[in-house]
């Protein structure tokens, strides 16, 4: 690389201290070890690691299904009060930036938070779950809340949640398989969407898959808009994935199948570490990328997402 990679690591996660130890809405470890509990509750922790990594841009998000589960009721207060907080984290520092969290199987509510959080917080972006109650994004409920993202043209991360069979799965091949099957329910999500009408419907819909769900690429390529003559046509629809690490064989794949343009450089921090720019930068590399290429992946294209909406509102003006 002539000039060091600029990085932006578009899946980090952190709970607002209402989340917490001793927060109204307190949520246990669970089954995280003791030191991710420690640094997904602690914002200085993920500003610490990423500066010595020499990372330049942390998304900073928390999901409904890590307070909720993936059914059931979702308390709108404790929604609000994350949203509320993840508007504050640039202010702590400008390494961050925080996308907004609702309940998009909620409907109207959803989107009503969702528009609030975009709109009047000023939050750069979305995170929703890819599945909720047996629902997924091609569901009825979850247009209100895409729509406002559309609107606004800000990015929806579509994260993975555990398959309602996880134990089964655990049983079968430890924690791998609870992993192959949010894996799957992130797959069916994207499935769900290029087999409907929304990319049509909202063309400023931006969506970010978690690399968990590759697998669902090999029932994407039997035809429709990822088919073999699409892609070899140069076709990219507005879906991006993220790499959750930097191994060179996955990378490799994804820009293969998506093109470089639609990956981006994401960890899944704090479950896995953050990236570092020297292991990125050789990963790339030996992935077969351009340096245009290797620096769209880092940062660029995530960049390019991020400022979608300010050029929105600079053309309006």
Do not use: C
């Amino acid at each position: 690389m002539t000039t060091p990679l600029d990085i932006v690591d578009i899946h980090t996660h952190l709970w607002p201290p209402a989340w917490g130890p001793g927060g109204q809405y307190a949520k246990p470890a669970g089954s995280f070890a003791p030191d991710v509990y420690r640094k997904i509750t602690t914002l200085q922790a993920l500003v610490d690691e990423f500066q010595a990594a020499g990372i330049s841009l942390a998304i900073v998000t928390a999901t409904i299904e890590s307070l909720f589960g993936a059914e059931g009721a979702v308390d709108p207060a404790a929604v609000r009060e994350a949203n509320n907080w993840l508007a504050t984290v640039s202010h702590y520092d400008q390494s961050l930036v925080g996308f907004a969290v609702t309940d998009a199987f909620s409907g109207e509510e959803g989107a009503r938070e969702a528009e609030r959080a975009i709109g009047e917080l000023g939050l750069s972006g979305l995170v929703i779950d890819s599945s909720r109650d047996g629902k997924f994004l091609s569901d009825p409920s979850v247009r209100p809340t895409l729509e406002v993202a559309a609107r606004y043209k800000v990015p929806v991360f579509v994260h993975p949640v555990a398959h309602p069979n996880s134990q089964v799965l655990i049983a079968g091949a430890g924690i791998l398989g609870n992993s192959l099957g949010r894996g799957l329910m992130n797959g069916v999500a994207f499935l769900s969407v290029i087999q409907s009408s929304l990319l049509d419907d909202l063309p400023d819909l931006h969506l970010i898959f978690a690399t968990l769900g590759l697998g669902a690429i090999v029932q994407a390529a039997r035809g429709g808009i990822y088919g073999r003559a699409e892609r070899a046509a140069g076709k990219r629809p507005n879906i991006y994935f993220d790499t959750m690490g930097h191994d060179p064989a996955i990378i490799r794949t994804l820009t293969g199948f998506f093109g470089a343009e639609r990956v981006l450089a994401g960890t899944d921090w704090p479950i896995l570490a953050a990236l570092d720019r020297k292991s990125l930068t050789a990963s790339l590399t030996e992935a077969g990328l351009s340096e245009a290429e290797a620096r769209l992946v880092a940062g660029g294209n995530a960049r390019r997402l991020l400022e979608l909406r300010e050029a929105q509102a600079q053309a309006a003006e």
